[in-house]
T-cell receptor, first 114, second 115 residues
Framework: GNSVTQMEGPVTLSEEAFLTINCTYT??????LFWYVQYPGEGLQLLLK?????DKGSNKGFEATYRKETTSFHLEKGSVQVSDSAVYFC?????????????FGQGTRLTINP | DSGVTQTPKHLITATGQRVTLRCSPR?????VYWYQQSLDQGLQFLIQ???????AKGNILERFSAQQFPDLHSELNLSSLELGDSALYFC??????????????FGPGTRLTVL
């Protein structure tokens, strides 16, 4: 089946620290991979995506590389800010019988302290 | 702002009641998706519509139903509500919704509380 496993939170860091949130997946076929971010009281926003192996998605200083050999899509940022505090969701996307299916990880809550 | 709108923002109702959640997709998007987010189940896909027709079903209860209208807005109907239906309900939209590479854009959600 299709599933996504994220590192368990909550994660608490100091401002300007290096961030890694681990994400691994199991999928049939060739999925696309996404990171979404949910700020308090809001809906999910697309952070970045990668659609094939070795692609790197990047946005707002965040990066993730689609690693087929390790079935991973780890999220990284070199220097986090207080405004990055949010819940981060890793997701895979497959097409099944003409319909896109998004499967989410459980989410990782990130808190950045000043 | 994703361009996806959902109303109402909050809904408080009693067990056994029926409610309707409304979603307007981004301009030009033909697919609409509904998701339920709860603390114990995480984000669960409920159902997808494409240009007025049901395209895929997920973990949607029989008490729940949805439709997409000719103007492409969608409604999710929840009936015989139970305490366990309390959750955040998200709508998302995408241009087509048939490829794994499609990006889904999410609305701000409707928080349903069943008392």
């Amino acid at each position: 089946g299709n599933s996504v496993t994220q590192m368990e939170g909550p994660v608490t860091l100091s401002e300007e620290a290096f961030l890694t949130i681990n994400c691994t997946y199991t999928a049939t076929g060739y999925p696309s991979l996404f990171w979404y971010v949910q700020y308090p009281g809001e809906g999910l926003q697309l952070l970045l995506k990668a659609t094939k192996a070795d692609d790197k998605g990047s946005n707002k200083g965040f990066e993730a590389t689609y690693r087929k050999e390790t079935t991973s899509f780890h999220l990284e940022k070199g220097s986090v800010q207080v405004s990055d505090s949010a819940v981060y969701f890793c997701a895979l996307s497959v097409a099944i019988q003409g319909a896109q299916k998004l499967v989410f990880g459980q989410g990782t809550r990130l808190t950045i302290n000043p | 702002d994703s361009g996806v709108t959902q109303t109402p923002k909050h809904l408080i109702t009693a067990t056994g009641q029926r409610v309707t959640l409304r979603c307007s997709p981004r301009s030009g998007d033909l697919s609409v998706y509904w998701y339920q987010q709860s603390l114990d189940q995480g984000l669960q896909f409920l159902i997808q519509y494409y240009n007025g027709e049901e395209r895929a079903k997920g973990n949607i209860l029989e008490r729940f139903s949805a439709q997409q209208f000719p103007d492409l807005h969608s409604e999710l109907n929840l009936s015989s509500l139970e305490l366990g239906d309390s959750a955040l309900y998200f709508c998302a939209s995408s241009v087509e919704g048939g490829a794994s590479t499609d990006t889904q854009y999410f609305g701000p959600g409707t928080r349903l509380t069943v008392l």
